[in-house]
């Protein structure tokens, strides 16, 4: 099946530092990703949908400036966390939708566990 | 409002039984999928069963079924012949609309554990 990953898995960063996250689609191509956020034992939350060659549209409440999101190819969206404080400690999740399938599956990356102290 | 409700926070079930996941929906749109996916305590998600709302016949996947009520806006999930490995988290999702770029919503999640 269709695989997607991300990096790092974990990171480690200062509060005021700024940390990306990469998503990759490995054997297909992804027009559009999506960014997820999940507190522990809570729900996925959308973030913003990542669309490649344009703007990425981010959901109700999502700070555009501080998530910051590119998706420069059709294989790979990067979300860059700025200035991060404690309470954007949280696990980040991508998922990719393959482009040349009419499918109506959503690709899961396995995830980056953020901590900032 | 919320669109995808899953009201059991915590299920048990006895290995070898066979359990069921409650999941609600609401949505006006005529076209829309559900997903069942589950999340194991290392993170990633896994797909399990999908449901068209076109789909006359309640899919299955194994020991998967997803029971679709349409008029009533419920997709359970039944999980049959529970295994220790079944133990994880469970969240439906909701897809409004047609096309590959139709987002996903989750539901709240059901944490499912599986007694020896």
């Known amino acids: 099946g269709a695989v997607v990953s991300q990096h790092p898995s974990w990171v480690i960063c200062k509060s005021g530092t700024s940390v990306k996250i990469e998503c990759r689609s490995l054997?297909?191509?992804?027009?559009?990703m999506f960014w997820y956020r999940q507190f522990p034992k809570q729900s996925l939350m959308l973030m913003a949908t990542?669309?490649?060659?344009?703007?990425?549209?981010?959901e109700q409440g999502v700070e555009k400036d501080k998530f910051l999101i590119n998706h420069a190819s059709l294989t790979l969206s990067t979300l860059t966390v700025t200035s991060a404080h404690p309470e954007d400690s949280s696990f980040y999740i991508c998922?990719?939708?393959?482009?040349?399938?009419?499918?109506?599956?959503?690709?899961f990356g396995p995830g980056t566990r953020l901590t900032v102290t | 409002a919320q669109k995808i409700t899953q009201t059991q926070p915590g299920m048990f079930v006895q290995e070898k039984e066979a359990v069921t996941l409650d999941c609600t929906y609401d949505?006006?749109?005529?076209?829309?999928?559900l997903f069942w996916y589950k999340q194991p305590s290392s993170g990633e998600m896994i797909f399990l069963i999908y449901?068209?709302?076109?789909?006359?016949q309640n899919a299955t996947e194994g020991r998967y079924s997803l029971n679709f009520q349409k008029a009533r806006k419920s997709a359970n999930l039944v999980i049959s012949a529970s295994q220790l490995g079944d133990s994880a988290m469970y969240f439906c999702?909701?897809?409004?609309?047609?096309?590959?770029?139709?987002?996903?919503?989750f539901g709240q999640g059901t944490t499912l554990q599986v007694k020896p």
């Open positions: 998922s990719a939708r393959d482009s040349d399938r009419a499918s109506y599956e959503q690709y």
């Open positions: 054997d297909f191509q992804a027009t559009t």
């Open positions: 449901q068209g709302s076109y789909d006359e």
């Open positions: 999702a909701m897809r409004e609309g047609r096309g590959n770029t139709g987002k996903l919503i």
């Open positions: 949505t006006s749109d005529q076209s829309y999928g």
């Open positions: 990542s669309n490649e060659g344009s703007k990425a549209t981010y």
